[in-house]
């Protein structure tokens, strides 16, 4: 094949098949054309065509290579630019077997480059005419004898003067550990036994998905690919793109000794084949143990093939890292600590998923466990065997375990007496008799005898130990077959010779992948023999993969995140598709046909520690000799302010100055006070006398002295998904983590929900740095493929959001103590930026019934009587915005270790369970009347009304309702009205308010509920300007109440109890009904009588300017004296203000 580009009448890149390609080969004469999308979708939607190479128009093309090209491994979107990856260099490794009628080549990827489809910038076309390769920045093979990693190496050649946005993704992909098959007609990504059982044809479409390691990139063509009609599927899946594994392929031709019924030798192949999983890729000390779906680090399958003319043999093994949560940092001061970072009951059920995982696709699973006696691995051994026996005690008989201490075993009798002690274990020898092989007839293509189990090896990284032992268990395994077809095989020394070159040259691939050097003890596995030489070598590579861990393996983390689609800001590549898009639309709006809603209660909580700690806990905790129990209800007025009432499914609570901001501190950050904080709230859980349900610690970050903590319900572990975690520093310019913020985020059910405490600016008079580190939060903050705070269904804040009320401090003071909340609030700054647009766009918060949680002496109800005697003030704040989320209390916890008093909001929330089945059926229901045609119309002139610029073909709006409708309205036609699908709008709730800040317009949708979400947002066709007269929200008119004069919703609640008007500190709340106006973000509640009137776009500057000034400059009657409200919601003026008391305390109101 040969790469093109057309820059006439846009740019355009065409793939198509070359002559050798079509006589040699029989390749179909086709072409793959591909564009950018028009407009504002340029980065992110691509135009792709599947013609007939006659069809297109090559006049005037540039070709770009001047050699052949292999294919197509998809496209991505980096640095707002689409790319075409295509490998344009190749090695072929061999055929599986010898047999000729069956065809089943591997070739080796050499070289990737990546070509523009928007722009010419990175274009190189000099090297189409005086070099053999394509313009790929930093290319090169990686040496397989040499034990350096190719990632970190750079080749001897001019360097260009700019860098390519994809050098990275190059380098990676042209690393020499990437492999497929070579003619596209059998599936490299599936074992033996599982190609077998298909009998059929390979079809592109069926393939393991844990292995394509360009499944991301390569997703929008295989969606492309699905849509063609079977000939042209055909015809694409022969020549144009490829599905690529990355770990290791080596294959041998051996001679072996004739039978006593032939004269001539047999030829045999003896070969390998890693596959190692992309689901939880990285670097060593990047990425270990699992995540919630179950899928573990370094997870390899690996297969050992032996094959002769008449049959194959097979026999599969995986490893992977212990699938539990747990992190090992690589540089650290007296070794390399692990930590263990997710609770047993957390974390027992992605150990469950992943067993799942194995047993539906291996049947039996033994564990091979060579972790040692030492500390760190003992501890990970003994949370390993916890989790596997709570599995077994549920039923799970198919799971076993040995135990083998490798290095003990090696340190006191050496490595030849490794074999011995392997087989003597009872489970092992138990697997190796009844596991079995796969056996296949190639004549019939049958399968004559399955592999019915598998043994999982794992160690700490899966790589040096757990090779050594794979190679011993392959061994016997063949062994065992030979012994039974043709046992004088068995004393081949070839044989055996190609099968330790293989797994030592295995063992080196995987951990160049993994660690950055080839792996320990490969100088055994090669010879049998342990010798100084090798000794020596371990020493060498054991320093330089310490090396590269620490200092080169962020890089190479990065490249795999954005090959995998994991960066926070990446968005996956469409396929223009007018058909599907519509469905997609059409399922969004009839989402209550296909799901049902969950209710459940969350708990939210925060609480400024002022960097101290529960006085007795401490103690307890740095005790040297048994003492009495803490007292664990300390927590309980914060953690269950209503006893019997509250029982949240999640708690999520937010700690700020959880350690003093201290230089030390931010430079190296103390987790033990997080993991303190963890262990007594646990405590406190479980020993409440009203105790209905367990806990378990499902996710906790911590950003110096800001830490997120969120527990939940043993059983609603089971539920929840995607649980992540990220932080954003905002101290000195972002540079430092004093202030910040910490956010966790995850799938309760299909509902999503992002959950964030911050730490913004101090200082009375720093309002604008506080609205800067919000939009700072706002904007930084964000999760894996692309997600923002704003891509979430339900967004809740709990944090010190430090901001103050612009009252004097003795104002303040008095009206505290006298409960005149209401005016305390209108000069509150944090309700003043909302009204003005500059922080917390779209956020509600519940009323404040309570008084101000800051500045307090510790243990004490005094405001600060310190010499700075600080301003009271609601620094402590809970706001969130969602459909689903129905605040229910909102107040605060007499708790006084702290100068802040802990508050908390407990919600009623809402979250959707989807119905699997039934969606798919919708689905299917909805592409096939769309896909019909009505007589004499074709499909082409159907969809002819879907311009490329829209994309997405939209039924058109429905007429305004009549002002005073005394029946349901109906259509005055007898048909359904114009358009392509027939779509019943269910009642959606309205949109929320929108905040500017959270930019997830540039985020990748990547889950169902964002695209139903987004769906439903999408606002109607405005209506068009004329005569410079605009639409608006109805607007302040004379005499009406202002928005500044707008109670939030405490209004809403509050009832005259006296004539002094006073409102207890403790008042809570069931249900607050708040009016819709609020929460649809209005300038003004609209009502009946106040009709939307077109006014011109001057007299709405001139309101928008009048608004302005009253938020930024209010007027006060009566010099000064602030405005108050009464309990009626009718503004009265405050009381002069009072003389400087002696001593005002914050005495709660019975």
């Not at 320990?520 to 371990?538: H, V």
Request: glycine share 6%.
């Amino acid at each position: 094949m040969h790469l093109y580009l057309r820059d006439v009448p846009q740019r355009t890149l065409i793939l198509v098949t070359s002559s050798d390609d079509e006589t040699r080969l029989g390749r179909p004469r086709r072409a793959l054309v591909f564009r950018p999308a028009e407009g504002t979708k340029a980065n992110s939607q691509a135009i792709v065509e599947f013609l007939r190479k006659e069809d297109v128009d090559l006049v005037g093309a540039i070709r770009l290579t001047q050699y052949e090209v292999m294919g197509c491994l998809g496209l991505i979107s980096v640095g707002g630019e689409l790319f075409l990856a295509i490998v344009t260099l190749a090695g072929v490794i061999g055929n599986l077997t010898p047999n000729a009628g069956r065809q089943e080549q591997v070739s080796k990827i050499r070289e990737v480059a990546f070509f523009s489809l928007n722009s010419s910038t990175y274009d190189d076309l000099s090297l189409a005419s005086n070099a053999p390769t394509s313009p790929t920045i930093g290319a090169y093979e990686l040496n397989e004898l040499n034990d350096r990693d190719a990632y970190g190496q750079q080749m001897q050649t001019a360097q260009p003067v700019y860098e390519h946005p994809c050098a990275a993704l190059s380098k990676i992909m042209s690393s020499g550990t990437f492999y497929y098959a070579s003619d596209g007609k059998w599936d490299i990504s599936t074992r033996l036994q599982a190609r077998t059982k298909r009998q059929a044809q390979h079809d592109h479409s069926v393939y393991d998905s844990r292995f394509i390691w360009n499944e991301y990139i390569v997703g929008s063509l295989m969606d492309f690919r699905s849509r063609l009609d079977p000939n042209e599927r055909d015809d694409l899946d022969t020549c144009h793109f490829i599905l690529a594994i990355q770990g290791y392929v080596g294959l041998h031709s051996i001679p072996l000794p004739a039978s006593p019924h032939s004269g001539s030798p047999t030829i045999a192949i003896i070969g390998m084949i890693s596959r190692l999983g992309w689901k939880r890729a990285g670097t060593r000390f990047n990425t270990r143990g699992v995540d919630d779906d179950g899928n573990v680090a370094n997870f390899v399958e690996t297969e050992t093939l032996f094959a002769t003319n008449e049959t194959s043999w097979s026999y599969v093994q995986v490893r992977g890292s212990i699938p539990l949560f747990w992190e090992q940092q690589g540089l650290q001061i007296g070794g390399q600590r692990i930590q263990i970072t997710r609770a047993r009951g957390a974390s027992q059920p992605a150990f469950e998923r992943h067993f799942a995982q194995l047993i539906d696709e291996y049947d039996i699973v033994h564990i091979i466990n060579l972790l040692g006696t030492k500390e760190n691995e003992a501890a990970l051994t003994s949370a390993y065997t916890a989790h596997l026996q709570t599995l077994r005690a549920n039923g799970n008989a198919e799971i076993s375990m040995s135990n083998l201490d490798f290095h003990n075993i090696v340190r006191t009798v050496g490595h030849d007496a490794v074999p011995a002690t392997l087989k003597s274990l009872e489970g092992v020898s138990d697997g190796l008799n009844n596991y079995g092989f796969t056996s296949v007839e190639h004549t019939k293509n049958a399968l004559i005898t399955p592999q019915v189990g598998v043994f999982r090896t794992n160690c700490l990284d899966c790589l040096d130990r757990t090779n050594f032992i794979q190679d011993i268990v392959s061994k016997l395994n063949l062994e065992h077959y030979l012994r039974n077809v043709r046992k004088e095989w068995i004393s081949s020394g070839p044989m055996w010779s190609f099968h330790r070159e293989l797994w030592a040259d295995n063992g080196d691939a995987l951990s160049r992948i993994y660690a950055g050097t080839g792996a320990l003890n490969t100088s055994f596995t090669r010879t049998g023999k342990r010798t100084f030489a090798g000794l020596l070598a371990d020493a060498t590579k054991s320093v330089t993969r310490s090396y590269i861990n620490n200092f080169q393996d962020k890089g190479k983390q990065a490249a795999i995140d954005l090959l995998l689609g994991n960066m926070n800001t990446q968005r996956q590549v469409t396929i223009f598709d007018p058909i599907h898009d519509s469905v997609r639309a059409a399922l969004a709006q009839r989402l209550p046909e296909y799901s049902s809603p969950h209710k459940c209660q969350i708990f939210v909580g925060t609480w400024n520690l002022n960097g101290r700690v529960m006085r007795t806990y401490s103690l307890l905790l740095c005790h040297t000799k048994p003492v009495s129990q803490p007292p664990v209800d300390k927590l309980l007025p914060w953690l269950f302010p209503r006893a019997g009432r509250c029982k949240p499914d999640l708690f999520v609570l937010g700690f700020q100055e959880i350690v003093p901001l201290t230089a030390q501190q931010i430079v190296q950050t103390d987790p033990e006070k997080k993991r303190m904080w963890e262990d007594y709230i646990l405590d406190t859980l479980v020993t409440r006398r009203d105790r209905y349900s367990d806990y378990v610690v499902l996710r906790s970050e911590q950003l110096v002295g800001t830490a997120l903590i969120v527990l939940c319900k043993a059983e609603a572990t089971a539920h929840i998904r995607n649980v992540e975690a990220a932080t954003k520093k905002t101290g000195l310019g972002g540079m430092s983590g004093n202030k910040g913020a910490v956010g966790i985020r995850l799938d309760y059910y299909d509902s999503s929900f992002c959950f964030i405490t911050a730490h913004l600016a101090a200082g009375h008079i720093n309002v604008e740095e506080r609205n800067s580190d919000y939009r700072t939060i706002a904007n930084g903050l964000s999760f894996l493929r692309g997600k923002t705070i704003g891509s979430h269904e339900n967004v809740i804040w709990l944090a010190d959001t430090n901001y103050r009320i612009d009252l004097e401090n003795n104002e303040v003071r008095y009206l505290a103590a006298n409960d005149q909340l209401g005016v305390l609030y209108d000069a509150d700054q944090l309700k003043l930026a909302m009204e003005a647009q500059v922080a917390f766009m779209g956020y509600e918060e519940g009323p404040i019934l309570f008084r101000p949680t800051y500045r307090y002496d510790l243990y004490s109800d005094e405001y600060d009587t310190s010499e700075k005697q600080r301003i009271p003030a609601w620094t402590d704040r809970v706001l969130y915005r969602g459909a689903g989320l129905d605040l229910a209390v909102y107040n605060r916890a007499e708790l006084k270790q702290s100068d802040h008093r802990p508050i908390y909001a407990i919600f009623h929330a809402t979250v959707r369970v989807i119905d699997t089945a039934k969606k798919d059926a919708l689905q299917t229901q909805l592409l096939e009347e769309l896909m019909h045609t009505n007589s004499g119309q074709t499909l082409d002139q159907k969809l002819s009304k879907m311009s490329i610029k829209t994309g997405i073909a939209r039924a058109p709006p429905p007429p305004p309702p009549p002002r005073l409708p005394e029946r349901p309205s109906r259509h005055n036609t007898l048909g359904p009205p114009e358009g392509i699908l027939t779509v019943s709008r269910p009642s959606v709730p309205s949109p929320q308010p929108k905040d500017p800040f959270d930019s997830d317009e540039h985020a990748a949708s990547s889950s169902e509920e964002e695209l139903y979400r987004s769906s439903l947002m999408v606002p109607m066709e405005p209506t068009p300007l004329s005569n410079s007269t605009v639409r608006a929200w109805p607007v302040k008119l004379p005499g009406s109440r202002s928005v500044s004069e707008t109670r939030s919703t405490s209004d809403v609640t509050r009832q005259p109890t006296s004539d002094t008007h006073t409102l207890s500190s403790s008042t809570s709340f069931e249900r607050v009904e708040i009016p819709n106006s609020l929460k649809e973000g209005g300038l003004q509640t609209a009502t009946k009588e106040e009709a939307h009137q077109p006014v011109s776009v001057a007299a709405v500057a001139s309101i928008f300017e009048a608004k302005s000034k009253e938020v930024t400059s209010p007027i006060r009657p009566n010099n000064g004296a602030p405005t108050a409200r009464s309990a009626s919601g009718i503004s009265r003026t405050a009381p002069p203000k009072p003389p400087k008391p002696v001593s005002l305390t914050s005495h709660t109101s019975t």
